[in-house]
């Protein structure tokens, strides 16, 4: 079984802080996803990685930087957190190629205070 | 570029009644796609997916989902609902860059 894990199921962080995403696949992917899920908008990518030391931006990357120096690993920065990224963030993995599903990990519910 | 709709927000059937929950997609190319689950507190898993040939695919739960391209859907349907199912049921359309784009989402909600 493919597993993706993340470093914590709840966060709660201060305006300003540094803040940092852990996820972890096993399955020697090639693609790894970040993605934020808010009630009504859906999943939006923040940033993926289609290899190590590889990135590329999704559609609402403002306010956070990524990090892959692994192929196992892909860290979300949240370099000054704000009250507007209080979400749901959600880690996924997949082969290359498109024609294959996304794993996600357990998701990470950040509070921002 | 491709896109997803999925019609409805929220859905609520009688326990025992048939599940259809709409998806409608906009691709340029030949569409892979795809329906994931998402149960409280927990990230999406896999329902089913379609990518060539047979164009009804059967999934996990008893979950299956028809690709119709003249009308440019693929709804999704369970003959019977559970209490199990529900949830919140995600569409998606592959793009051709490896990404995967997914529709806002349609919670299920299962009447007793």
């Known amino acids: 079984d493919v597993k993706v894990t993340q470093s914590s199921r709840y966060l709660v962080k201060r305006t300003g802080e540094k803040v940092f995403l852990e996820c972890v696949q096993d399955?020697?992917?090639?693609?790894m996803f970040w993605y934020r899920q808010d009630p009504g908008l859906g999943l939006r990518l923040i940033y993926f990685?289609?290899?190590?030391?590889?990135?590329e931006k999704g559609d609402i990357p403002e306010g956070y930087s990524v990090s892959r120096e692994k192929k196992e690993r892909f860290s979300l920065i949240l370099e000054s957190a704000s009250t507007n990224q209080t979400s749901m963030y959600l880690c996924?993995?997949?082969?290359?190629?498109?024609?294959?599903?996304?794993?996600f990990g357990p998701g990470t519910r950040l509070t921002v205070t | 570029a491709q896109s997803v709709t999925q019609l409805g927000s929220h859905v609520s059937v009688s326990e025992g009644a048939l599940v259809l929950l709409r998806c409608n997609y906009s691709?340029?190319?030949?569409?892979?796609l795809f329906w994931y689950v998402q149960y409280p507190n927990q990230g999406l898993q896999l329902l089913l997916k379609?990518?060539?040939?047979?164009?009804l695919v059967k999934g996990i739960n008893g979950f299956e989902a028809e690709f119709k391209k003249s009308e440019t859907s693929f709804h999704l349907t369970k003959p019977s609902a559970h209490m199990s199912d529900a949830a919140e049921y995600f569409c998606?359309?592959?793009?051709?860059?490896?990404?995967?784009?997914f529709g806002k989402g349609t919670r299920l909600h299962i009447l007793p």
């Open positions: 996924a993995s997949a082969p290359k190629g498109g024609i294959y599903e996304q794993y």
């Open positions: 399955m020697d992917h090639e693609n």
């Open positions: 990685s289609y290899d190590v030391k590889m990135k």
């Open positions: 691709s340029s190319v030949p569409p892979y």
């Open positions: 379609y990518t060539t040939g047979a164009t």
């Open positions: 998606a359309v592959s793009s051709r860059d490896d990404k995967i784009i």
